[in-house]
């Protein structure tokens, strides 16, 4: 069964970054990307970047400029996403995906609050 | 990158039908056949409804349809039922290589 575990929740201060994992199980974990969207309280999905977990190279969103990177390690079959600079706008749940045709799995999601 | 735009809200009574838009740019709806569709319950992970604009995942009822005409795709949900109130997202990619999500459409079933 596949599944993407993601790491625990995050509170940090402005200024500040964050790095969440997310953890592969269930299927080659370098045959999809990984991608990571947010979603604010409230707000919308949005988009921050996919990773191919085969060659390791990334794509951002243009609406994050620097601030997000997005790694793996193949031999642990997890994804990491740093966000840094972090601003109260940031308050988000973050998930890590699959999204490629019907091979759509979704992590739990991981909470990170900024808050002086 | 710009969000693709879906109504805030629609509704209907069960049974109806109702339809919800998402339009985009000849960049990302009307470049490739990618549109997906997702239902997302409060507190929950979005769920698949819809991908390459009108397949269907298993498991998802035949109730669900999706369609497109140039730079807009629509999904429909027909005989409208009381679990299908949710908040619901179209995304696609764009010939940047990048993924796009819709501003959400909240649903409510009457």
New interface residues.
Partial sequence: QVHLVQSGAEVKKPGASVKVSCKASGYTFTNYHVHWVRQAPGQRLEWMGWIDTGNGYPKYSQNFGDRVTITRDTSASTAYMELSSLRSEDTAMYYCATLRGTFNTWGQGTMVAVSS | ?S?LTQPASVSGSPGQSITISCTGTSSDVGAYNSV?W?Q?HPGK??K?MI??VS?R??GVSNRFSGSKSGNTASLTISGLQAEDEADY?C?SYTIS????????TKLTVL
Avoid: C, E, I, K
Wanted: aromatic share 18%; no cysteine; charged share 10%.
């Fill in positions: 990158q969000a997906s997702y997302q992970a979005p698949l991908y390459d397949d995942p298993s997202y995304s290589n990048t993924l796009v999500f819709g501003g959400g």
